[in-house]
């Protein structure tokens, strides 16, 4: 309670945390009896509470990283939540965890940006608690053996690799609400409960697993997964046939889940949920999956063979849990369970781990009894030249290198305007720049220009009129509205390039606009001539309504350059006026008057740096 009353005091000083802070921070400690304390000083949050972001969660930076759990809105005003089940009120957002037996590249920024942009999305459209939640995947084979490889304890090795990942999404202007690391103690607690579930249901066994084992994918494989290839010496060896990694031929003692009496089920909720994963297409391949037998499924390994695990309960001596049930887990854990359970809205994941959650996930938490995914969002890969990105053909892109280069917004709209859902995309730094420079083009030129003492010598936008529309107004208009009608059905289905270009269209045309009026030659006779100043008013009124939408629409895929417009638009982030709300932007009462949109007389602001700056040619020392 008393906590409560700190920070309602607290959210009371100060104009900028009453308008920007509807939400508190805990710090909780590992046990999840404890009650959360408030975080003690403002050092960290007030870095981060700035317009731009008009984010609802905000994240305290901490060096030593020990921000775990995350207060929403309902949590402080109703209390602390201690019951078996969750508010479905909150959407929950993820990531899948990053493994950890290497730096992060671009894909994974690319996943991560994708899960943000979709969080702001719902930030922007609706009042819900927000869980966005990433994280690194920290256990298994591969992570034991690269940690052995760099001299390291295996948890020294993790905690430099996921710092790597923190930084990168800090740096990216990533707002996740919540980093989980799986050897954090509430996870173990976690995995552990979800074991002991599905065991006393019945659905795990002790059993013999003979076949093969793939370390690089940490996945079990049939014969029929896997395919005979010759390298140049002519040695025969065995290859999974999905990622083309090596595979061992291994026979040992294993847990087993009944991953087989699942198929009827998981075939069931499919049909039944024809949008659960999107796009459609991805659906088609998790049906392949389900035409054959499901095999049962192996969930532990011997510890003689993998120490750098959570061991299994009651038999921890000889078992470790499954890389993938252990990792799997990690949605239940941050929304709280095993005391809460909090179903996931949306999980955000790359192509090649979709059956993991598509058919393991999904049939895990059947036999748990627990609530399913309602939506997997699944992207293709980033290639260079068409070829997969790996250190052996010296192609990976490095994501921090290009952070710095080009600029975190700008770099993050180039990847989000360009990547597709259906398909790989193709990487080269010359599309950077003409994506980036477009956006300066299009959207920070022409704020520049309508904001210019010479076209606004007042230094506010024009008062709405009674003016007669032309027919070119009367187009502008119906493109404004068009975007407004058909952006969010877009961003809604995580369809962001393909919105991106309806803004980007959008802004052509208002460049158009503002070009063939010349606003700049109404402005010389504006003074005397009462018809040349309502023309010049109606053009520029016009051509700020469609920076202000732009404005609101790019919020979740640049928010830094969108919120600087907004703020120099004199657009206030209250509810009430755009920054949360998209408004549709006409209101005609009749039929070719100018009677739309929110902005009447606001002051526009005098900076006058470009909103976007323009992308550096690209040389060969550019990294």
């Not at 493994?99 to 899960?115: C, D, K, M, Q, R």
């Not at 800090?170 to 989980?180: K, N």
């Not at 009367?474 to 390039?497: H, K, Q, R, W």
């Amino acid at each position: 309670m008393q906590c409560l009353q700190r920070a309602t005091v607290l959210l009371q000083q100060g104009n900028t945390l009453s308008r920007n802070l509807p939400c508190w921070i805990f710090e909780t400690s590992t046990d999840s009896s404890a009650k959360p304390s408030l975080v003690s000083t403002l050092r960290s949050l007030k870095s981060h509470l700035n317009r731009s972001t008009h984010c609802l969660g905000i994240r305290a930076q901490s060096t030593e990283r020990k921000f775990r759990h995350y207060c929403t809105t309902a949590v402080l005003h109703n209390g602390y939540q201690t019951k078996s089940e969750g508010s479905s009120n909150t959407f929950v957002v993820t990531t899948p965890i990053y493994y950890v037996n290497a730096a992060p590249h671009i894909g994974h920024l690319y996943t991560t940006f994708i899960a943000d942009a979709i969080q702001r999305w719902e930030r922007v459209r609706s009042a819900r608690p927000v869980i966005f939640a990433t994280g690194t995947d920290e256990h298994g084979l591969k992570v034991q053996q690269a940690a052995e490889r760099k001299g390291l304890h295996p948890i020294d090795f993790c905690r430099d690799v996921a710092t790597s990942f923190q930084e990168l999404f800090d740096h990216g202007g990533v707002e996740y609400t919540d980093f989980i690391r799986t050897t954090e103690p509430r996870h173990e607690k976690a995995v552990c409960d979800i074991w002991n579930t599905l065991a006393a249901r019945g659905h795990i066994y002790k059993g013999e697993y003979q076949g093969w084992y793939c370390i690089s994918d940490e996945e079990f494989l049939t014969d029929a997964q896997i395919t005979s290839v010759v390298d140049d010496s002519g040695e025969q060896s065995y290859v999974s046939t999905s990622s083309g990694n090596a595979v061992v031929r291994t026979c040992e003692e294993n847990y087993m889940f009944r991953l087989s009496t699942f198929a009827d089920d998981l075939r069931k909720w499919l049909e039944t949920n024809p949008d659960v994963i999107w796009p459609r297409n991805r659906i088609e391949e998790v049906r392949q999956f389900l035409a054959d037998d499901l095999p049962d499924l192996s969930v532990s390994r011997l510890r003689s063979a993998l120490t750098w695990g959570i061991p299994v309960p009651n038999d921890k001596d000889n078992h470790t849990i499954y890389v993938w049930l252990d990792a799997l887990t990690n949605y239940l854990t941050v929304g709280g369970y095993p005391n809460v359970v909090t179903p996931i809205d949306t999980h955000v994941i790359g192509k090649d781990i979709l059956k993991f959650h598509a058919i393991y996930w999904p049939a895990f938490l059947m036999a748990a009894g627990l609530p399913l995914p309602r939506r997997l969002v699944v992207h293709g890969h980033w290639t260079v030249d068409r070829a997969k990105m790996s250190k052996s053909k010296g192609n990976v892109v490095d994501p921090t290198a290009m952070l710095d280069v080009y600029g975190p917004d700008p770099f993050r709209f180039f990847l989000l305007s360009e990547g597709r859902l259906h398909a790989d995309c193709d990487f080269s730094e010359e599309r950077v720049c003409v994506v980036i420079n477009e956006l300066a083009n299009t959207l920070g030129n022409l704020q520049l220009r309508c904001t210019s003492k010479r076209i606004c010598p007042a230094g506010a936008v024009p008062a709405k009129a009674d003016t007669v529309l032309e027919a070119g107004d009367m187009a502008m208009v119906e493109a404004i509205e068009n975007t407004c009608a058909v952006v969010p059905d877009l961003y809604s289905s995580a369809n962001f390039g393909n919105g991106v270009e309806q803004v980007l269209r959008m802004l052509r045309k208002v460049n158009q606009y503002f070009d063939h009026n010349a606003p700049w030659v109404l402005s010389k006779t504006s003074d005397s001539d009462p018809v040349a100043r309502a023309r010049l008013n109606t053009v520029v009124y016009v051509s700020l309504e469609a920076l202000r939408v732009a404005g609101m629409l790019l919020q979740p895929i640049c928010p830094q350059i969108a919120g600087t417009l907004l703020d120099r638009l004199g657009v206030p982030p209250t509810p009430d006026t755009g920054h949360c709300n998209i408004r549709v932007p006409v209101r005609r009462a009749t039929a070719g008057t100018l009677a739309f949109g929110v902005l009447d007389g606001e002051r526009l602001a005098v900076d006058r740096t470009p909103l976007v700056p323009k992308a550096p040619p690209v040389t060969s020392d550019t990294p």
